[in-house]
């Protein structure tokens, strides 16, 4: 939460008008108390309140050829595609079941219809996300739902299968690691759909994960990362971890740091836990001072610097598929806009793929030449 909080007073800051939505918007009082000059506050999937609010600071003549378009945040060449929405886990940091309720999967062939409009408007990048990926489906008992006059039953593997079939990126995120995940990753291999993983383990101490309420363990995690791996040696995983949980011993950030080490992850992103109000974890003993917090997350973040420093330099004498976010900038298959390192060269135009030959890499991005 600290953290949104605190992006909303550099958006402040920057631009000097935002609005607010989202998760978060549930707290409108906290909000404002903290940032009152906020220009208006909405819940989540508040399209209509949000699309007010930016009329009402920022009107506009109307116009009956785009007014029924959808609302589209997201530059032109990638697009985020919800295929579900809440989540069936109880983690104890976390409160979206409170909020959204229990998982609620899309039909596929809606989902399919969204994306295939997308890319028919130019999007060149689908991200698929929701708050548990892999469990697409579970909640429908993976019913049979239609596209293209076909059956097709709606389960991760199946909906990655046909988004394949569409001829651009397909990026999956939030990706708990299921047994039946496995299923996808040839898929990957094969080249229809990119070889990247987002999944977010939290923490790597059984005791830790326990606490969280968190379903998986570090060993069996190592073993599954390195079966993708047999499968498709190109593969990237990127994921997210908590440091300085309630209760974390110095013995439970050590395992973590060591799983680091034998992961070897490709992006990893890590954050000090912060109490959100309505959590169980905040009923949890051994809350930890900032100051420890600060220092293991500042450890942690080292641990992998290193990591990813030695990731990226093996890249270095390869020609890469970069997709141009602006002249100069660009990903590749291994990175997803905003959370994760980019590709520097000289020229490319927004939204289209170019090869480049890399010939630098720091800890985060790649730097090379168009080819």
């Known amino acids: 939460m600290q953290e949104s909080l605190d992006a909303i007073g550099e958006a402040l800051t920057e631009n000097g008008k935002v609005i607010v939505t989202g998760c978060l918007g549930a707290k409108t009082n906290l909000i404002k108390n903290i940032h009152p000059a906020v220009l208006a506050i909405t819940g989540p999937h508040d399209t209509p309140a949000v699309m007010k609010a930016v009329h009402q600071h920022l009107p506009r003549p109307h116009d009956p050829y785009t007014d029924l378009i959808g609302v589209k945040l997201t530059p032109p060449h990638y697009a985020y595609l919800k295929i579900a929405e809440g989540c069936n886990h109880r983690c104890s940091f976390c409160i979206i079941p409170s909020m959204r309720g229990d998982l609620v999967s899309r039909p596929i062939g809606e989902v399919m219809q969204e994306a295939e409009n997308l890319v028919n408007a130019g999007v060149k990048e689908l991200l698929v996300i929701s708050q548990d990926t892999s469990a697409y489906g579970v909640d429908v008992k993976y019913r049979t739902g239609f596209w293209g006059g076909k059956p097709l039953k709606s389960n991760l593997l199946n909906l990655s299968k046909v988004l ?65 791996r047999a499968i498709c040696p190109d593969i990237t995983v990127r994921s997210t971890f908590i440091v300085g949980f309630p209760g974390e011993t110095d013995d439970d950030f050590l395992q973590l740091l060591s799983f680091l080490e034998e992961a070897q992850l490709d992006r990893v992103g890590c954050f000090e836990y912060s109490p959100v109000e309505g959590a169980a974890a905040n009923q949890l003993d051994g809350a ?29 004498g390869k020609t890469l598929k970069v997709l141009v976010d602006e002249p100069g900038l660009g990903r590749c298959s291994a990175d997803a806009p905003e959370i994760d390192g980019v590709v520097h060269f000289k020229g490319g135009k927004a939204g289209e793929f170019v090869n480049v030959l890399i010939d630098r890499a720091d800890a985060h991005d790649l730097h090379g030449r168009l080819q």
């Not at 995940?181 to 939290?202: R, T």
């Not at 220092?295 to 330099?313: D, P, V, W, Y």
């Open 288 to 316: 930890l001072p900032d100051r420890v917090k600060a220092e293991r997350k500042a450890a942690f973040m080292k641990t992998q610097e290193r990591i990813s420093a030695g990731k990226l330099k093996a890249k270095v």
């Open 164 to 228: 394949g079939d569409l001829g651009v990126w397909v990026r999956l995120h939030y990706v708990y690691p299921y047994p039946h995940v496995d299923e996808v990753i040839p898929l990957m291999a094969e080249g229809k759909i990119l070889p990247y993983l987002d999944v977010p383990f939290q923490h790597a101490s059984p005791r830790i994960l326990k606490l969280m309420k968190r379903p998986a363990s570090a060993e069996k995690v190592l073993q599954r990362l390195e079966s993708w």
